[in-house]
């Protein structure tokens, strides 16, 4: 196989079944389900972590969170970590980047040869953020994210709009010029939507709200006591039918319109004839409940949280519409596209290529993942509360333990949605020692996580203390202004 070119689109915060190819028959997504009719669809992908910036920092490295010490949102990934872009580039490829990355710190690039649009945060924790207008706190996991959700626009809705326009051009221009002197590009494009704000563009909400049903799964009766606190910290013990109706519906819609926007991308690279040339991926950095079980946003190992969409595409290695029940993660997918593009792996990584599964269903791979979530107490989303948490996924088994809290135990094969758990059940008592050493194999321990975050908040407090100070240069940041969010309820 020649090497392709490399089309990477990945969004943020998209539930993995609300998609027509995972089984949706309310959402449009008609360019996510070609990919998938003319791919392989994954059916079991995790992410690393259920929170952004960790997500992603371990799908650029490989890495597991605890492995490079980038657990919460305002983390640093040090700049001589390697990632798979800089693999890429020396495979002879020239990464580039539009559109969000959610890296903290100096290195805006970690990588890539060049970058377009910025993401929509400073650089540095410490310097303010913009103001959201009308949309202020609506982004965070908050009540206020469903009180105030519905129709009108969120700045993440008109960034995204901005990136696409721009990845477009750049596959036109500097995709086409590169393929002609038979060069092959590697172009990721990080989307905004369908992160909340639960906000939406009236036409798409109009067409979702009474069409999208209610949650299916409802509050367990013997809920767990992370997850109760969780939900009552948040101020979503109690959200009424209307605005749980109306948040969904908006979520559809920012759904929908993600989809077009991959469709804006997919058009320009079949304008430039690279259609069947290129590798292209679609992955999201972890998912959302969107009201199952009483929550929202991400934050747990439920499937609704850590599962994530992820479709490939490549005629001639990829055959076409069939799905894979393989369990892989977002740290194998960076591995995978590294040995499309002929490079060596990542040393001293934990994910693993998954390209002879996504080529052979019956090709061999331990079905085995990981994945974590930590924070330290500073947040104000996290109610003042410190939590150390890991999830090892085994075959049909799944094990969650909570730092001083029960843990959870589901078998998927007979409780796909998770409700009955196994954690006490005599029958299930070695599965359960097994499982628990695995999430310590690597040396992973809840004490020495919370050990190295109290050190590292007091570094990175004099960090954000200085940012605030200083006021240092940034870079790649797409500015808004507070007038640019709308609601129109």
């Known amino acids: 196989m020649n090497k392709p070119n490399v089309l990477f689109i990945f969004s943020d915060q998209h539930a993995q079944k609300v998609a027509g190819c995972y089984g949706d028959d309310v959402v449009r997504t008609p360019n996510i389900d070609r990919l998938a009719q003319e791919g392989v669809r994954?059916?079991?992908?995790?992410?690393p972590s259920p929170i952004c910036t960790p997500s992603r920092m371990s799908m650029l490295t490989a890495r597991w969170p605890h492995r490079q010490e980038c657990w919460t949102n305002d983390d640093m990934l040090r700049s001589d970590v390697p990632t798979w872009l800089h693999r890429a580039g020396e495979a002879g490829y020239r990464p580039a980047l539009i559109g969000r990355m959610h890296s903290i710190g100096p290195d805006q690039l970690h990588g890539y040869a060049e970058r377009g649009i910025g993401d929509h945060t400073p650089?540095?924790?410490?310097?303010?953020?913009?103001?959201?207008?009308?949309?202020?706190?609506?982004?965070e996991p908050d009540s206020v994210s469903l009180t105030q959700s519905g129709a009108?626009?969120?700045?993440?809705?008109r960034k995204d709009q901005d990136v696409v326009d721009a990845a477009a051009a750049w596959l036109r221009d500097k995709g086409a010029a590169r393929n002609a002197a038979g060069q092959q590009f590697c172009l990721t494009v990080g989307l905004m939507t369908p992160h909340a704000p639960y906000v939406v563009d009236r036409e798409a909400f109009d067409h979702y709200h009474g069409q999208v049903p209610p949650p299916r799964l409802d509050v367990p009766q013997d809920e767990h006591d992370w997850h109760r606190w969780w939900r009552h910290d948040r101020g979503i013990g109690e959200v009424s039918d209307a605005v749980r109706d109306r948040a969904r519906a908006a979520y559809w819609g920012l759904v929908q319109r993600t989809d077009e926007m991959i469709g804006q991308v997919l058009d320009a690279l079949k304008e430039i004839g690279a259609m069947d040339d290129t590798l292209i991926v679609y992955?999201?950095?972890h998912g959302d409940h969107v009201g199952e079980r009483g929550l929202w946003w991400k934050h747990t190992f439920f499937e609704e949280s850590v599962k994530v969409p992820l479709v490939m595409r490549l005629p001639g290695a990829i055959p076409a519409g069939e799905s894979r029940d393989q369990v892989v993660n977002l740290v194998d997918l960076s591995q995978t596209m590294i040995e499309v593009m002929g490079a060596q792996p990542l040393p001293y990584a934990d994910g693993k290529s998954f390209w002879a599964v996504a080529c052979d269903r019956e090709a061999p791979w331990e079905n085995e993942t990981f994945s974590e979530y930590c924070t330290d107490p500073v947040p104000s989303?996290?109610?003042?509360?410190?939590?150390?948490?890991?999830?090892?996924?085994s075959?049909?088994?799944?094990?969650?333990?909570?730092?001083?809290?029960?843990?959870?135990?589901?078998?998927?094969?007979?409780?796909?949605?998770?409700?009955?758990?196994?954690?006490?059940?005599?029958?299930?008592?070695?599965m359960f020692q097994r499982l628990s050493a695995r999430l310590a194999h690597d040396g992973w321990r809840p004490e020495t996580v919370a050990a190295r975050?109290?050190?590292?908040r007091a570094e990175k407090d004099i960090l954000a203390a200085w940012a605030r100070e200083?006021?240092?240069?940034?870079?790649?940041?797409?500015?808004?202004?507070?007038d640019m969010n709308r609601l129109d309820n």
């Open 453 to 456: 975050m109290r050190e590292r």
């Open 152 to 157: 009108g626009m969120a700045i993440y809705q």
């Open 381 to 393: 989303w996290t109610g003042g509360r410190a939590v150390q948490q890991r999830m090892i996924r």
């Open 395 to 430: 075959g049909s088994w799944k094990l969650s333990v909570y730092d001083g809290e029960p843990p959870l135990l589901f078998d998927l094969s007979t409780d796909p949605d998770e409700r009955i758990n196994r954690a006490e059940d005599p029958n299930c008592a070695e």
């Open 123 to 139: 650089n540095f924790a410490g310097i303010a953020r913009f103001p959201m207008g009308v949309l202020e706190g609506t982004n």
């Open 470 to 482: 200083v006021q240092p240069a940034q870079t790649h940041v797409w500015e808004y202004t507070a």
């Open 42 to 47: 994954f059916d079991n992908a995790y992410c």
């Open 283 to 285: 992955a999201s950095d």
